[in-house]
């Protein structure tokens, strides 16, 4: 098996690698050029819209597809050519693919029949499994029988019965409802803490990710856009891609007026002439004055006041009205018309008391302080 | 409540006016001719032949007279019934495994032979195994004079070939709609191809088996043609009896017993098959779905 | 009917008549068997010579004028016996679409009579089926008025006398085809001892010939021609003599190549070097393969003549009729004879074939074999005793 000559060398507390991983169908390319160091234990979350590559990432790992060029490796050993039943990866499939023909016990225990183990370690162990999933005594029950969650619950021990390195989950959750669902997310992350085992999860739900994940990996077209802990692609999205994906921003666009890239911050000039002062997320760019550059605004930096702004240091302040106001249970959303256009706020609630009370029509003044500008130059 | 019942009253009604085209057919062209076989076979024959009002066991008694032809047909079907299902599972399973275009071309390719006349296709192997054919063949290869027509495998080998399709379609609408993630899901778990075969597809594939074998199996047990045009008439079937009976000799009264006993033969047979087809794994009621 | 007869008959004559089916069983195979032969090449089965001036037109006969003659008929016969061509010059003629329907034998053309309903117009029965069909009432007498081309005095009155019914009576239920006997074929190329008799037939079949010899599917001819071989009638019903007759068979059965009245394609092939014939099927196949001799058993066997007849009830009887005159016309019978190559009855037919076909000794054999044959009787249509013989036999 052909691997670099410092693939021994690597830290094996990566699970799992893609070095430079391709996938090529015909024309499509599924996965361009990805790079991924998987920590062992860690939740892991692939995040992107549909078609950007996730599931055929996660089908490389697990052997169901070769990558067209590049290298994956598997507790440190390139796993080339190596079929799905000889890798110590195991996967929840988004549609659970349980066996029709085997009621809940035998489907959990196929994994280890198919190693040979006693009868009686074969329903020991399934018994465990299904405990860990909540699921005794549902040995005998046929698996149409059961509900999307149980399903989804049987197609977990089935996979976690034969204790793999590393378990593979696509999109397991799609398929129910809104409040099984959130249930369902704060189970998985219980088990993988308890089991310490690496999840390599694929969904679209940004909520999902950012809940459960230790790191997101964000995709688009089969290409990384970002990879980090929640709180980093929140705070610091390097493109305008990522910062629209991972929760709601407002965008200002402008020209680069003022550079500190040392300091890591510049100075954005819109074309009504506001200038805008923020961070560079993108530690690695290295953009010159005059560039094309965004400024994001998280909405719930936005702060709303009636009257007319006064002009404060390390402040940006414009003039508008509320156009819509959306209430939204725990929070209200405002759409506002400013200067720079369209705005969105949003302002949570704290109890019943209600300090400040805005009407749609009236004229306001928002404001959001320099830190919360995010200057985006890709 | 008087609605509700009125309603119901209407609703059956209209199912039994649904259902009547249907009984009446059954009734016509099943019922009435079986209700037929049995009066006729406690019956005597006329003079010239035909059916003499009578009521005797002597038909039955003299069954065993053509329990060569019940035996041989039974053999042929069980041969053939394996035969085409070894034949015909990889040809199913390498078409429920093609792509779209090129399956819709395998399976016309498949079908295109049996438009052609039954008859003529069969005739065709008159001349592939008669003399000139396979024989000369093996002859030039060296091995020696041998005689395939009018033999057991020729009738063997005209029953594989014009079953097939029988066994093909059904096995090859299982393995189509058996959900290919499932053999994943059963490779991810450990399972290498054959386990994989063996433990997911087969089972799954049952369905197909199980109303293969019945379609092939029951008219191979009713087979007279094939017997007699690649059987020289001496590979003789319960099927050939019945011709004979019925249409030579007029014998109706002993042709209706011999009838009603392949009927129960049948019926027997493919009782036990379902029994015995259906215990392993409860993949009949994945079947249904 | 006795052979001393025949043998007067046929001196007046010089030349023979009677025939009947080629064969086929089972299940309507006639179909297949003609398509086959289509395809075959060398296969007979096409008309050769310019008999009597060639097709029949419309100055040799043309349809009843002011009658209305319906669309269709349907005939029902025997496979490979009608000269597609003077099929069709009838339809050119007359407008009705003609349906041949080809059976088996005898004895299935009569079960399906029995059960009924069959919508069949003409048949081309075998002399022995008249006492029964006449009795059953199955056959309509001939209404002679509309048969205007039908001229019985130029047949021979024994062979003629077949169909009438009662026997005698003058009251004729059908008028004769053909003629012929039934023998053996044997190919020269392989069989090289001495094949004279139906001894000689049923012997060298269980030596020599082992699994090269076909009988015929049929209980008139094979049982009949194994009576033969032990000295008995050929119609015997005795049953001592068919016990006798039923274990030769028996005996015989594991040494055959098959046990089919559809022996043509095995004997092209050279599946089969030796097999039971009929008069045309030897004729036919001797012509294409000169090589393949035509015997009449020297100890016995059967001469035969097959009729047209109008089925009682028809619902087409105008067209029947039509097609039945139409076939009385002798230069339409000895065309038609250029295709199935079995002899004529009708004195004035014989006379338009050409020299070729009257000097062929297959068709035509010298008076002298035909001495010791027998015309099967009445009683065999119908006797139990042979019928389950053969089921017996066939199913052993
Ligand atoms: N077997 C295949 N043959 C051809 N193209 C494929 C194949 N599998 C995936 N693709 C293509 O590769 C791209 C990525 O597909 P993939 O299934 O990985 O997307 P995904 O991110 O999982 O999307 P989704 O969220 O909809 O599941 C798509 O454009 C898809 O059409
Ligand atoms: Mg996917």
Known sequence: MPSPPDSTSRDVSADVELIDVTKRFGSVTAVDHVALQIERGSFYSLLGPSGCGKTTTLRMIAGFEQPTSGEILIAGVPVAGVPPYRRNVNTVFQHYALFPHMDVARNVGYGLRQVGVTRDEEQRRVGEALDLVRLSGYDRRRTWELSGGQQQRVALARALVNRPTVLLLDEPLGALDLKLRKEMQL??????????????????????????????????????????????????????????????????????????????????ETPTGLVLNGRITDHGARPSIGDEAIVAIRPERLEIAPGTPSPTAGWTSVAGRIHQETYLGDQTEYRLATDLGQLVARRAHHGHAETTTVRSGESISVRWPDDANLVLVA | MV??????????????????????????????????????????????????????????????????????????????????????????????????????????????????????????????????????????????HIVLLNTPFAV?????????????????????????????????????????????????????????????????????????????????????????????????????????????????????????????SGSREVSLL | MEPVHFQKLYDDFRLGRIDRRTFLKASGLGLAAAVIAACTPGSSAKPTEAAGGGEPTAADWSPPSGVDLGKTLYITTWPNYHNPRTIEIFTELTGVAVEL??????????????????????????????????????????????????????????????????????????????????GFTYNKKHVTKPMATWKDFFDLAQTDY???????????????????????????????????????????????????????????????????????????????????????????????????????????????????????????????????????????????????????????????????????????????????????????
């Open chain 3, 101 to 182: 329907n080809p059976l088996g034998s005898n004895e299935e053309m009569l079960a399906k009579l029995l059960i009924g309903g069959t919508g069949w117009d003409v048949l081309v029965p075998t002399n022995y089926t008249f006492e029964t069909y006449g009795s059953k009432g199955l056959l309509e007498p001939l209404n002679m008025s509309m048969l205007p081309h039908l001229d019985t005095s130029r047949y021979d009155q024994k062979l003629l006398a077949n169909a009438e019914y009662p026997a005698g009576s003058k009251t004729l239920f059908g008028f004769n085809k053909d003629w012929g006997t039934t």
């Open chain 3, 210 to 396: 082992s699994g090269k010899v076909v009988i015929h599917d049929y209980q008139l001819t094979s049982i009949g021609n194994a009576l033969v071989y032990h000295g008995y009638s050929f119609n015997s019903v005795d049953e001592a003599e068919l016990a006798k007759a039923e274990e030769l068979l028996l005996a015989v059965k594991p040494h055959l190549f098959a046990i089919t009245s559809d022996y043509q394609p095995p004997m092209r092939a050279e599946d089969a070097w030796v097999a039971m014939t009929w008069t045309n099927d030897g004729a036919q196949l001797h012509a294409d393969i000169p090589d393949i001799e035509y015997v009449i058993g020297s100890d016995g066997g059967e001469i035969w003549s097959d009729f047209y007849a109008v089925v009682a009830g028809t619902a087409h009887r105008e067209a029947a009729y039509a097609f039945l005159d139409f076939m009385a016309v002798p230069k339409v019978q000895a065309f038609d004879a250029t295709f199935h190559k079995a002899p004529l009855v009708d004195s004035a037919g014989i006379a338009l074939q050409s020299e070729e076909v009257r000097s062929n000794k297959i068709t035509y054999p010298d008076a002298s074999s035909l001495t010791k044959l027998e015309f099967g009787t009445a009683e065999l249509l119908t006797n139990q005793a042979r019928a389950d013989l053969w089921a017996r036999f066939k199913s052993a």
């Open chain 2, 156 to 280: 063997l080998l005209g029953i594989v070939y014009n079953y097939l399709p029988l066994m093909v379609f059904p096995l090859y609408v299982s393995l189509e709609r058996l959900d290919k993630r499932l053999l994943e899901a059963s490779k991810d778990l450990g399972a290498g191809r054959w386990a994989t075969f063996r433990q997911v597809t087969l089972p799954l594939s049952s369905a197909g088996v199980l109303s293969g074998v019945i379609l092939v199996f029951i008219p191979i047990m009713g087979e007279y043609i094939i017997p007699a045009l690649l059987g020289g008439g001496k590979v003789f079937f319960i099927g050939n009896a019945l011709v004979d009976l019925f249409l030579q000799s007029r014998n109706w009264p002993f042709g209706s017993a011999a009838a009603i006993v392949l009927i129960l033969v049948i019926l027997t047979a493919v009782t036990i098959y379902l029994r015995v087809g259906s215990r392993g």
């Open chain 1, 187 to 268: 189970e998985l992350k219980g088990l993988q803490q308890e089991l310490g085992i690496t999840f390599v999860y694929v969904t679209h739900d940004q909520d999902e990710a950012l809940t459960m994940s230790d790191v997101i990996v964000v995709m688009r077209d089969g290409r990384v856009q970002q990879q980090g802990s929640p709180e980093a692609l929140y705070e610091r999205p390097v493109n305008r891609f990522v910062a629209g994906f991972i929760g709601q921003s407002n965008t200002i666009a402008g020209r680069l007026s003022g550079l500190d890239l040392d300091g890591g911050m510049a100075s954005v």
């Open chain 2, 3 to 144: 609605r509700s019942g009125a309603r119901r009253w209407r609703s059956r009604i209209a199912t039994a006016l649904l259902l009547l085209p249907a009984a009446t057919w059954y009734a016509l062209l099943l019922l009435v001719p079986l209700v037929i076989l049995v009066v006729f076979s406690f019956g005597g024959r006329a003079p010239e032949g035909g059916y003499l009002p009578d009521f005797t066991f002597a038909n039955y008694l003299e069954l065993p007279t053509r329990a060569t032809a019940f035996v041989n047909a039974l053999w042929m079907a069980l041969g053939g019934t394996v035969l085409c299902l070894l034949v015909g599972f990889p040809l199913a399973y390498y078409l429920a495994t093609r792509a779209g275009s090129q399956r819709t071309l395998l399976l016309v390719l498949v079908v295109v032979p049996f438009w052609t006349s039954f008859l003529i296709r069969t005739y065709a192997w008159l001349t592939i195994l008669g003399n000139n054919g396979i024989p000369s063949l093996l002859e030039d290869l060296g091995f020696g």
